[in-house]
Structure formats: C-alpha cells, structure tokens
C-alpha cells in the first residue's frame, strides 16, 4: 500500500494504543487523513476525519493527529469492543485516487 | 437517518455479468458523491471509484478503469457497480459509501459477489 500501517497492535484493556499511518507529499504530506474502523463482519465505520476529528457519537477515547507526511491514530483506555481493523485513508494527488493503508489489526490481551 | 442499502450476496459464473446496487434514503442524494470500495478476502480495502449523482459524472481508480461501470438513476437515489464479464478475481466483498469531500461517512452493509465455475 502507498500509506503504510503496521499490521498489528496490542495491548491490555485500559492501556493506549497507537496506530501509525506513513505517507507521502502527494497523499498525506498535502491533504487531509480519515481514519475507519472495520470490526469483524461488518462494514467499515468513519473514526476520524479531517486528521483529527470525531463524528458525533465517536467516543473521545479515539484522536487523530497528523504531521507532515504521517498521522497517527490513538486509543486510550482500549476495551475488548475496540478489537477490529483500522484504516488510514487519503486523497492521493499524483494517482487521483483515494488510497487506504494496509490496515492494522487490534487485539486487547 | 442516513443509510446506504445494498442489494444481497450473488453467485455468478466467470464471463457472465452482473449490477448490484446501493440504494440512499434520509438525505438529499443528489448532493454527495457515492463511491464504491472492494475488499477480497482477507484483505484490505480498495478505492474503486466514485459517482455525482446530481449529473453521473464519474471518476475511477486506474486499476479497475475499463473493468467496471459506476453509475446512477437520481431519481431512485440508487447508484450501481456493474460489470460485463466476472473474473473468479472478482470475489470480493463491495461496500458502497457516501463521500464527503474525501470521507466516507456512511457505508452500506456489503455485496457479496462470489464468481466460480
């Protein structure tokens, strides 16, 4: 993928967790980054738009940040529910596309 | 409420064609763009294109360019992802999704498309 996620993170209910998403100047280096949350068997779900902001109904538990050509998304006090995958997403200007990471998959220990 | 509704799961042989469906209702269709997104099996997610369903201008991915067709009836709110001839490489979960600028911030459930001999 042009956006690069890990592919895993962990941690233990309570802990925070951080999921990076790396980039480049025609992606992330020059617009914004959204952030989805696929848990399993479902359809993915909007987390954070605009690098840092929460729809309504999106718990505070979850923050977006961006610098540069990365973003980064946080999970303080993670819970059993919060296990899914999560994906970084942003318009890429050299391809003319919307582009996603690889997505990283959360397990709570 | 906002919702995307997508038509259910199919079963289809290689070469044949096939159109699924997303159908919005709870918001004015005609102003958001509506794009589709794959997701093969165990993988991750795909941008495949997008849809104004105010004038059904489009816009895709190069990488399913010429493979599929992305289009729109405004006047049933519904937009469609078609193709004319199904590979077995087109097995793969469809998501339809309202777009906001470059977010997607509702997603239909999913169109299963399954292409075996």
Known sequence: ?109 | EVQLVQSGAEVKKPGESLRISCKGSGYSFTSYWISWVRQMPGKGLEWMGRIDPSDSYTNYSPSFQGHVTISADKSISTAYLQWSSLKASDTAMYYCARQELVAFDYWGQGTLVTVSS
């Not at chain 1, 994906?87 to 998959?105: M, P, R």
Request: aromatic share 8%; net charge positive; glycine share 14%.
């Open chain 1, 1 to 109: 993928s042009v956006l690069t996620q890990p592919p895993s993170a962990s941690g233990t209910p309570g802990q925070r967790v951080t999921i990076s998403c790396s980039g480049s100047s025609s992606n992330i280096g020059g617009n914004t980054v959204t952030w989805y949350q696929q848990l399993p068997g479902a359809a993915p779900k909007m987390l954070i738009y605009s690098n840092n902001q929460r729809p309504s109904g999106v718990p505070g538990r979850f923050s977006g940040s961006k610098s540069g050509t990365s973003a980064s998304l946080a999970i303080s006090g993670l819970q059993s529910g919060d296990e899914a995958h999560y994906y970084c997403a942003a318009w890429d200007d050299s391809l003319n596309v919307v582009i996603f990471g690889g997505g990283t998959k959360v397990t709570v220990l």
